[in-house]
């Protein structure tokens, strides 16, 4: 199932790049779409129950810490990344368009989103706020981008990881599976063992950086176990197991919700999603290793993918800017389903904009250099000789002007 030895490129082989995979760009818009129904999808909908299942959409970010961790260990599977390129690499595709909403969401909407105090606005815009134990820090300003506070933490560690992860063989690779496995279901139990406040759980077990990464570590195992030759023998049938259980879960979640006052901890729901997680992620693999065509490879499926990011920035700040209008009033039923199509329709043209006009330009500016400090040298450089030179041209003609009131 993994490689008896680590999968070192040698030095005179030239790195190949990895064979990309379609399907796991369009898995990753159907779990945003999931995060947006968690966020708004109760304002589109009467029936009880279906509020309830909606709610569990706050698992899509599960999903997407595991696949960030997949993505990422397979792009650099043959390669080793140089450290100070990977990070601001990283940094130009996060950093320009989360601050930018974050910035939007204290200014346009402060009567809704939680706007923290001097310490909490310093925390979100280096996105440090995942760190603090304050739902007014964390979920604050533009609420969504806490997990990218974990995806930071998770970029800093990551080529000092992956380094380990490529030189594990097989009895290390499974102990470590199991040794994360364990820590991520006996973390939660021990807290509630020991009585620790719901609210400090909420933000250990969901928000807190260290926590989640458990979630990243195995998707950076599932990407090294299947580099070395795992393969699913039915990855349809795995595939749609996987969508079985996450609907049975999610059906079970929200009949419990109806008849107690909280829904299930989120805790287990995450851990008992993780094998479905896994599941879809492998077989999705699978078939794009084998060239199987269908749906979730199509050009317009996996472009939505791309911009699935921007999308879950976005969402909400658009609907909170949008609610006082009216724009989205609905009766629910038919009429819900429609108006929500049309909400998602317009936070899908918003995301597609902020992707080509502000997302991606930028990104390419910042990352025409692969290292940031000798770009910003160069950059200082330039400045510099601009300077001195404007400076002796105004020193020569004062000079000038001098000697002609001297004459």
Known sequence: MVPTQGSQPTKSAQPQRPQRLPRLNSLRLFAAVGVVLCHVG???????????????????VEFFFLLSGFVLTWAWAN??????????????????????????????LPQYERIPGVRGKVLELTLLQAWWPSQRVYFGGNGVSWSLSCEIFFYLVFPFVLAGVKRLRAIGFWTLVATTLALLI???????????????????????????FGFFLLGMLMARAVAGGLRLPKPTLFFVAALVWLGALVAVGAFYSLYHSHGLPRPLVLLVALPAFVALLVSAVCKDLR?????LTSRKLTYLGVISFELYLVHKPLFLLAQPFGVFNNSG??????????YLGIALV???????IFQAPIERVLTR????????????????????????IVVHKLQGSESKIGQ
């Open 350 to 356: 918003v995301a597609i904009a902020l992707h080509h």
């Open 333 to 342: 039923g038919l009429e819900g389903v429609l108006v929500f199509a049309g």
């Open 291 to 295: 060239h199987q065509e269908s749906i």
């Open 186 to 212: 006996m973390a939660p139990l021990i807290a509630n063992l020991a009585g620790v406040a719901e609210p400090v759980r909420y933000w250990l077990f969901f928000v807190f950086p260290p926590y989640q």
């Open 42 to 60: 109760y304002f589109f909908t009467s029936v009880r129950v279906l509020r309830k299942a909606e709610v569990y959409g706050y698992g899509g």
């Open 79 to 108: 390669r080793r990344p140089q450290v100070r390129g990977f990070w601001w690499r990283r940094a130009a595709k996060l950093y320009p368009i989360t601050l930018a909403l974050m910035v939007f969401a204290y200014l346009a």
């Open 369 to 392: 250099s692969h290292d940031p400090l000798r770009w910003a040298r160069r950059r200082w450089r330039r400045f510099n000789s601009v300077m001195t030179s404007g400076v002796e």
